[in-house]
């Protein structure tokens, strides 16, 4: 690899940008980065690592001292952005997230984790548990961990593992991110409708797993979860697979979940194995088991992987744990879609039986799409309050037959099956309704992707502000 270029990203401060621009500084990339908005925990890695960066689109800033010899083009770059006018009329050389990650991290023995949910935790936790077992790979993933591992890094091993994402690669590509990762180890954690926007059927998003599968190389390994449903891969690759029902090659049983995390039990063939993890809720279980299945078909032995996942700390918004007002505690999980709130639900109630729990709720643009909502009927059957606040205003995708949900509207349909549901528009008001449930039995929870314009340090820490 060449290093010393100079690297530009346009949309330098989200999470899955931001831990690039960091792998490539590490890496010896000189490093540049524009943004609309900087909020940490991101804009804090940046500024620690050296990484210039500067609001707004400014070729002038972008090409000042030196023309960058790469530039990444995050989708936050509109077809008028400055900076990507700049890089087409100027012939610079170009990449989309995917294209870069295919291009300098994708290794001889690829490793994918793809899936309607769980993508995210399981490469994040494979990374942990194969960088602990000194193989030392490459790795990706959208998400920052409770403590300094970082959520990228390029080695030199033949090794690489990487979050496949399903949805589009770039303005110029509506290809699902995973379709440039070559993969030849596949872990698959479950497939459910998601982005109406990109998918606007069910049979269309199928159809994007049903490629990546089929395509899968000769002797290729695919490591499947029981949830996984309709899916054929071809006859050449080898497939396990792993869950809680009994005919699976990886069987996950006696759960014991806690506010402080989970203990569970993976049976496979005579042996059985007793892992505890900080993570939280029966799904974790079934990240685990996965990545599990996984680096043990890699080589590591098990008590390794076993001490490995005991030490993972977790990521955040993946029900992360932000404070604790008057015994209250308030999380924070990353949960935009009718599903993946579901699924957080279900766990704070494992967690919390007796609690109240409050969850306010704020949807990506896929799952504001009209034809996404019958997902919604009964996903809040574990939360006793609704609350859905102003909601982000996003451009949308250009195939949008119809402008996305607002508020109001998603709270009427959320209501048909839960009656407790109110829209507050305004986030002050929300704050105060927030502080008054802030007692003894309750638990908080702000499920979305989208950071809650500072609602939830404002709630833990009043005095506390966001840095320009």
């Known amino acids: 690899m060449q290093k010393n270029r100079h690297i530009h990203f346009i949309g330098i401060c989200g999470v899955a940008m931001g831990s690039l621009a960091l792998a490539f500084k590490r890496a010896g990339f000189k490093v540049t980065g524009s943004d609309v908005g900087f909020y940490p925990p991101m804009s804090n890695y940046l500024k620690s690592e050296g990484i210039e960066y500067y609001p707004g689109w400014h070729p002038d800033k972008m090409t000042e001292g030196s023309t960058p010899d790469l530039v990444v083009v995050g989708n936050v770059a509109g077809s008028t952005n400055p900076e990507w006018l700049y890089v087409q009329k100027h012939h610079l ?22 899936g309607t949910y769980g993508k995210t935790t399981t490469s994040a936790l494979l990374s942990f548990v194969l960088t602990e077992a ?55 954690t479950a497939i459910e409708w998601d982005h109406a926007d990109i998918y606007p059927t069910i049979e269309e998003y199928y ?36 869950g809680k029902t009994a005919n699976t090659t990886y069987q996950y049983s006696d759960i014991k979940q806690t506010p402080r995390g989970i203990e569970l039990t993976i049976n496979y063939q005579e042996n059985k194995y007793q892992l505890t993890s900080v993570l939280l809720g029966e799904h974790q279980a079934e990240n685990i088991c996965g990545v599990f299945a996984m680096a043990h078909n890699l080589g590591v032995e098990p008590e390794n992987i076993i001490k490995a996942i005991a030490a993972f700390p977790g990521l955040k918004r993946r029900l992360e744990k932000r404070g604790e007002i008057d015994t209250t505690p308030i999380y924070d ?38 034809e996404s909502t019958p997902a919604y009927d009964n996903a809040f ?35 048909r099956t839960h009656k407790n549901t109110k829209y507050i528009s305004d986030d002050a008001e929300l704050v105060n309704l927030i502080k008054q449930k802030t007692q003894p039995d309750n638990v908080i929870v702000f499920l979305g992707s989208h950071g809650f314009r500072g609602m939830i340090e404002e709630i833990i820490s009043p005095r506390q502000q966001s840095p320009l």
């Open 333 to 370: 999980d990353i949960a935009h879609s009718p599903a993946k709130a579901a699924s957080a639900l279900k766990s704070l109630r494992a967690a919390y039986p007796n609690a109240h729990i409050t969850a306010i709720f704020e949807p990506n643009t896929g799952n504001r799409a009209k």
């Open 93 to 114: 050389s170009y990449y989309s997230y995917p294209e870069i990650v295919a291009e300098f991290f994708v290794k001889e023995k690829s490793i994918v984790c793809a």
């Open 207 to 242: 159809a994007a797993f049903d490629k990546l599968t089929y395509n899968l190389p000769k002797n290729s390994l695919i490591v499947l979860s029981d949830n996984v449903k309709n899916i054929k891969p071809a006859e050449s690759t080898k497939t396990i697979t792993y």
């Open 381 to 415: 059957a574990n939360a006793d309050t609704v609350i859905i606040p102003r909601l982000t205003n996003i451009k949308t995708n250009n195939e949008m037959a119809e402008l996305p949900l607002e508020g109001n509207e998603l709270t009427e349909i959320i209501s």
């Open 134 to 188: 000194g193989l030392n790979p490459s790795y990706m993933f959208g998400g920052l961990t409770s403590n300094d591992f970082p959520s990228a890094k390029i080695t030199d091993s033949n090794i690489s593992i990487l979050e496949g994402d399903e949805y589009k690669s770039a303005r110029w590509d509506n290809g699902a991110k995973f379709f440039h990762y070559s993969p030849t180890h596949l872990l698959l």
